[in-house]
């Protein structure tokens, strides 16, 4: 005999013990004993059986997708703590900043702000693209956590020099 078969309503009796009764499938309680929430019940569980049953993976899904979502956010949120304990924003009293995704050093007149446009010194890549010469770049964030060699921005870019 399965546990399917041998399952009882074990609702208490007037006598106080538990009715004896056999239930069958979603049934949770006898005819005698089911209360309307019992019946509800029962008839959600049988119409829902395969459909819950999908769902209940589903919001399995979700769940493990919302904890990565919340292990994502930790990470930049600790990113974040860690770039400002680590930001060096001047290097033998240069100014540092970033333009995109390089650091540089600044050493002409004044501060940069960000969105401040900037010439940045020729490399291999911009004489590829540009020819020779620097390209205008913008700066985009002050002060940098990279560690390396940093080259010197040339200047200010004047507002008729066109972005690279
Ligand atoms: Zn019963």
Sequence with gaps: MSAQEQKTCGRPTRSGKPCRVR?????VACGTHAT?????????????WSEGYEQGSKSGASS????????E??????????????????????????????????RGGGRLEVGDRVL????????????????VGVVSALGSTYRGELSFIVGRASAAEAEA
């Design 64 to 71: 493990a997708q919302s904890k990565i979502e919340w292990l």
């Design 73 to 106: 956010r930790r990470v930049k949120e600790l990113e974040q703590r860690l770039d400002d304990a680590t930001r060096v924003h001047e290097i033998a009293g240069d100014q540092v900043v970033e333009v995109g995704r390089y650091a540089y050093r600044w």
């Design 23 to 27: 239930i069958y499938g979603s049934d």
């Design 36 to 48: 309307d929430e019992d019946r509800a019940f029962a008839a959600a569980h049988r119409r829902g």
């Design 120 to 135: 940045l010194p020729e490399n291999y890549v911009s004489r590829m693209k540009n020819g020779p010469g620097p390209t």
